[in-house]
């Protein structure tokens, strides 16, 4: 049996983490990025200068070539931050979260209330790593009044901080109505994705339903046929029966009786309602059992044919209470 962990086999939230990680390393590899969703941020460096930063991804390109951005980021000043670096475990972005969450409480010099931060997961030999910058609200403040009367700015900006694998966001300012912005983006192209894919099939499947139905109405029709060939069938299997019968027979009554003779007569003589079990010949007789209404009468009309000498039942005439008709058994002499 799974063990779970919140409700959920723990084998399966692995499964899900591992897809969610992989799925994470697909986006990011950069000719996947270049097709999603992405926004624009005017990056206010501590020196001084602007940058364009295409998000996500940390793409810095060249203000003067891009149109005036939606966002604004400010870059925290340098040596007013602390970073470090985390190895991740396999887990979700809420434990992740939560995990790095308790590495700052552990290692800040500033006090809890002041305490501000963000961190960027990267892939160092193989493993997950969040690389952690820890500030404070006095420094981050700082940073944001160098911004005032600078072009571009509007609203409460974003504040960047430089690590030595690039820029780290810090939490609790400017990016949430950007990422809110990016996940709506990333909603509708997964809702376009999904319409194409979608729409692919049914075009595809479309060939394959048509070639069904036509399956289908061949099906029905070949029913229809054979339900109306049904007596014509039967018939000729009754037929083949006999001719089989009249084969098997046959050495045992060459130079003897017609047999044809012999099953008319015993067609004739069977009244309806009766019917045969026992069929058994011999060169000069013949024993014939089954079930009839009025097995007397039969035996009298037996002895009407002149095909039969010596009809008589060789043992009593028994009624059967299930079925009401009356068991016999016959024999009689053949006549040349």
């Not at 300012?173 to 809110?180: C, D, K, L, N, S």
């Not at 079930?291 to 007397?296: F, I, L, M, P, V």
């Amino acid at each position: 049996m799974l063990e779970k962990q919140g409700g959920i086999p723990v084998g399966l939230r692995t499964y899900a983490q591992r897809l969610a990680r992989g799925w994470r390393d697909f986006t990011a590899w950069r000719p996947i990025s270049r097709l999603l969703p992405f926004e624009r941020v005017l990056l206010n460096r501590r020196n001084g200068e602007q940058a364009v930063v295409r998000m996500p991804g940390f793409d810095v390109r060249a203000y003067a070539s891009v149109a005036q951005p939606a966002y604004v980021a400010v870059e925290i000043a340098e040596g007013s931050f602390l970073e470090r670096r985390l190895e991740l475990p396999l887990a979700s972005d809420d434990d992740l979260n939560e995990a790095v969450r308790l590495e700052v409480e552990a290692v800040s010099p500033f006090p809890a209330g002041e305490v501000v931060y963000g961190w960027r997961r990267v892939r160092d030999e193989g493993h997950d790593c969040a690389v952690i910058a820890i500030s404070s609200k006095r420094f981050v403040q700082g940073s944001l009044a160098r911004l005032e009367g600078v072009r571009g700015f509007d609203g409460i900006p974003e504040v960047w901080a430089s690590t030595s694998v690039g820029y780290v966001v810090l939490h609790g300012y400017g990016e949430v109505r950007r990422e809110a912005q990016h996940g709506r983006g990333m909603k509708q192209l997964a809702f376009a994705f999904v319409a194409a894919t979608v729409a692919t099939i049914v075009l595809a499947l479309t060939p394959l339903m048509e070639k069904r139905e036509q399956a289908v109405q061949a099906q029905r029709q070949l029913a229809g046929l054979l339900r109306e060939a049904a007596p014509v069938v039967a018939s000729r299997d009754e037929l083949i029966a006999v001719q089989a019968l009249r084969n098997e027979l046959k050495p045992r009554t060459e130079g003897g009786v017609d047999l044809a003779t012999v099953l008319d007569g015993i067609s004739r003589a069977l009244p309806d309602g009766a019917w045969l079990d026992l069929f058994e010949y011999n060169p000069g007789s013949l024993r014939i059992g089954g079930r009839a209404d009025d097995a007397a009468g039969l035996i009298q009309a037996l002895q009407e044919l002149r095909i039969f000498a010596n009809v008589h039942a060789p043992s009593p005439i028994v009624r059967e209470p299930q079925t009401g008709k009356e068991r016999f058994l016959i024999e009689m002499e053949l006549l040349q």
